[in-house]
């Protein structure tokens, strides 16, 4: 009777173990941000880690949000000055470094650009004339945004769009989450961002494709990544098309046009998600040549696999092992 | 003596519930389909899990020759004429995220599984 209970006790551990290694993934998908957004993380508190990070980044939204009238941006913007969360100075605050270290490249004032483009969800898309766009261009760079204490003032006709950093933020908010919760093997995606905390549970790295710009359903390369956000900008993302040309989403605050740089689409590897949103864009805006001189300044920060309109592939020295193509591709050296 | 058999019964079900979680922890995919593409193009689908013995395919390039050996769970690139032999370098295919490339003959070999070969894609919206 003994050894029966013995038994009957291993085989209870067995099958606590069996189900703990089935039950301890946890996937959620939802929407915020304008985006879908999915986690998937593997552990024992993956399913509270999971579900908390829903809830921060519903509320993250809350406060960025350029359209929710509630919203501390759009409060900023209609009132042109606010003590905002420590989250969105925070974040405001990034940027303007962000934009300093980009000389402009990355700018969060472009929102009245995008306005009169009409990317907003309730507006129509078209194409500006001259003289719009150079009366809403005085009123655009990160130079009219003041910061005092923990006031936040714009300039009277400029607002502004975290919407090329929130992202990236969020996905950094969220890698904090499942680290509190004890989590060493998750990825993150939000609408493309995609962030892998740590390795796949068997200890291998994250595989995260490049999407090809062309044809979003092919891939033109893999990067193996541990603990990196790897996001991706690119003009095929969202643009609408009129005479025969297309215009895509990501304006370029110099010329209060989509950026025409030479780049078809721009992914960065970071170990900072926010960095890593906020270059996308801003190198997308600056083009291969500059890109070089910002990679030569900072190749510990960041990687970068470029994709030009003629197709051809750059990829930072930094990524040599970790990317891999069928496709040829050139290496910029630091 | 009704015991023992209680205790033969339970050992029996510990021993198949353990060999299970092993070759579960083991073998966390069953897709063991693989694409075989040259120059873009889909040239075979091998399921490693069917075949039996081993099997050569070869394929021509603008480098020369190469030689795809797939066995039964297993595929790699045996030998190839191309001047870098990253291809043989390389190994056996192993995950969805590092397929077998040969870049002079443009050859890639990967597993197919339903949303491409990553865990993850950066730039697509969904
Ligand atoms: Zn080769």
Not at chain 1, 25 to 50: H, I, L, P, R, W
Not at chain 1, 139 to 157: C, F, N, R, W, Y
Not at chain 1, 183 to 206: E, F, H, M, Q, Y
Request: charge should be negative; glycine fraction near 8%.
């Amino acid at each position: 009777m003994k050894s029966l209970r013995i038994i009957c006790a291993f085989l209870l551990l067995i099958a606590v173990f069996c189900s703990c290694s089935l039950d301890s993934k946890y996937s959620s998908e939802f929407f915020a941000m304008d985006t879908v957004m999915s986690v998937t993380a593997c552990g024992k508190q993956s399913e509270t880690a999971v579900n908390a990070i829903a809830d921060e980044i519903n509320r993250l939204d809350r406060l960025f949000s350029v359209q929710n009238k509630n919203s501390e941006i759009f409060r900023l913007n209609s009132e042109k000055q606010l003590n905002p969360s420590d989250e969105t100075l925070e974040l405001i605050t990034r940027s303007i470094e962000i934009s300093s270290m980009t000389d402009g490249a990355f700018d969060i004032t472009t929102e009245p650009l995008s306005r009169i483009w009409g990317f907003y969800s309730g507006l129509e898309n078209r194409v500006p004339s001259e003289k719009e766009i150079k009366a809403v261009l005085p009123s655009v760079g990160a130079e009219h945004i003041k910061i005092d204490g923990s006031t936040v003032s714009l300039d009277k006709s400029t607002s502004l769009d975290l919407g090329a950093i929130a992202k990236g933020y969020s996905s950094g908010r969220a890698a904090k989450i499942l680290e509190e919760n004890g989590i060493s093997s998750a990825l993150i995606s939000l609408g493309g961002n995609v962030r892998a905390v740590g390795t796949k549970p068997d200890g291998s790295p994250w595989s995260v494709a490049v999407t090809d710009p062309d044809n979003s359903s092919e891939q033109i390369g893999v990067l193996s990544v541990k603990d990196r956000a790897v996001v991706t900008s690119g003009g095929y993302q969202r643009y609408f098309e009129t005479n025969g040309k297309r215009y895509h989403h990501i304006i370029d605050a110099e010329t209060g046009c989509p950026a025409q740089s030479g780049l078809k689409s721009v992914t960065i590897v970071s170990q900072d998600d926010t960095l890593a949103d906020a270059l996308s864009t801003a190198i997308f805006v600056m083009g291969l040549q500059k890109a070089e001189t910002l990679y030569n300044d900072n190749n510990d920060l960041f990687g970068a696999v470029l994709i030009t309109d003629s197709n051809e592939i750059y990829i930072t020295e930094n990524l040599k092992d970790s990317f891999s193509s069928y496709h040829s591709y050139e290496v910029i050296k630091a | 003596m009704k015991n023992r058999i209680w205790i033969i019964i339970f050992s029996v079900t510990v021993l198949v519930c353990t060999a299970v979680w092993i070759g579960l922890s083991f073998f966390p995919s069953p897709s063991k389909i693989v694409g075989i593409y040259q120059n873009g193009s889909l040239v075979e689908k091998v399921d490693l899990t069917a075949q039996t013995g081993e099997r050569s395919i070869e394929l021509n390039g603008d480098y020369g020759k190469n030689i795809i050996s797939v066995t039964h769970g297993r595929i790699e690139m045996k030998s190839a004429d191309c001047p870098d032999k990253l291809c043989v370098k390389h190994g056996e295919l192993k995950s969805a995220g590092s397929p077998i490339v040969c870049l002079p003959n443009r050859i890639v070999i990967k597993f197919e599984n339903q949303s491409g070969s990553a865990d993850a894609e950066a730039g697509a919206l969904l």
